[in-house]
């Protein structure tokens, strides 16, 4: 559908979907969750494709991407809809911390809008009803952004797709529901929690690391702009140089590193992460593997199931505390298992 055609067909069936939901400012019936008092309204936030003001506290809240879902559960905001996951999730594509969450907060899940990796349902969307959008750690086009705030005030990433720091998107979705203060309160309380964890191992302090990913041959590095590597400096850790002198600009994020430059990757510990127990088998069994001195010395922290993945890599408001007992438990297993 032409862009000009589907803005016209959104505009209407905005309007429609408005006329069904009535005009009363009161807090709608089951996932409608109020966001805050009014009296911060409105909000205006920045982002890559300009400006979004959001004119009263929102209501109806719709969420993309990834973490905006879980900041707003963190805040007691319940969305009325949010983006369908795939990597980690249940089959109704609800990952577990989101599920437990909306469980404690005695809720039902909301609408799950279909996500096909090429654009967001506009018309799942427009169902909803939402009042804002949010999607600041997402992967939205500049027209995919046009056409879903024909829909509602839509808020973006602020920079690049998919870099959003974990900590700025809570950050985020805190403005735009009015709720700055709680959002920094939940910052604070996983801070803390990272600060407890470090306090608790100190045999991580100064250690340094590298995050890596082998698939199908190819191997992956993550930089230290990686949301999966960002939040580790917390836990005492120190980023290995290697990581940033072999970095080649294949992304802002990560790089691919040939099997012939394995054994320039230095560090102290490496964190690698597998789908499967089996595929974190036959990563230590390889050969080319062996080259990273690290794994030579038995110093490998193995992040192993898409579930633990999706809660590190990168960490929510919700998602991190659900993982971090068992990242910190390999990590210090690594770092005191020098062969």
Request: charged share 20%; aromatic share 8%; with cysteine.
């Amino acid at each position: 559908m032409h862009a000009r055609r589907t803005i016209a067909v959104l505009a209407a069936a905005t309007a429609a979907a408005l006329s069904l939901a009535g005009c009363s400012t009161a807090a709608p019936d089951g996932n409608g969750s109020t966001a805050a008092a009014d009296g911060g309204f409105p909000v205006t936030i920045e982002h890559a494709f300009g400006e979004t003001e959001i004119p009263a506290a929102p209501e109806r809240v719709a969420t993309w991407g990834w973490g905006s879902t879980e900041a707003a559960l963190a805040l007691g905001v319940v969305p009325v809809a949010i983006g369908q996951q795939a990597y980690g999730a249940n089959e109704d594509g609800v990952l577990p911390w989101v599920a437990e969450e909306l469980d404690e907060l005695g809720e039902e899940t909301p609408v799950i809008l279909t996500d096909d990796g090429e654009a967001p349902p506009y018309e799942e969307i427009v169902e909803a009803a939402p009042d804002v959008i949010l999607a600041p750690y997402s992967g939205i086009t500049e027209e995919q952004y046009e056409l879903l705030s024909e829909i509602a005030p839509t808020v973006a990433y602020p920079d690049e797709p998919w870099t959003t720091p974990w900590r700025e998107t809570v950050t985020i979705v805190g403005t735009a529901l009015g709720k700055a203060d709680e959002a920094q309160g939940v910052l604070d309380d996983l801070d803390a929690e990272l600060a407890a964890q470090a306090e608790a191992h100190p045999e991580l302090e100064g250690q340094t690391v590298a995050a890596v990913w082998d698939v199908a041959g190819t191997f992956y590095v993550y930089t230290p702009e990686d949301s999966r590597v960002e939040f580790l400096s917390a836990l005492g850790l120190e980023d290995a140089p290697a990581v940033a002198e072999l970095a080649n600009g294949d992304s802002p994020f990560y790089y691919t590193l040939s099997y012939e430059q394995l054994d320039q990757l230095d560090s102290d510990l490496i964190i690698s992460y597998h789908d499967t127990q089996e595929e974190a088998d036959a990563f230590l069994a390889s050969a080319p593997i062996q080259a990273i001195p690290a794994v030579a010395r038995g110093q490998v922290a193995q992040v192993v199931g898409t579930e633990l993945i999706a809660a590190v890599s990168p960490p929510t408001a919700l998602s991190l505390t659900y993982g971090l007992d068992e990242l910190v438990a390999s990590l210090s297993a690594a770092a005191q298992s020098a062969d």
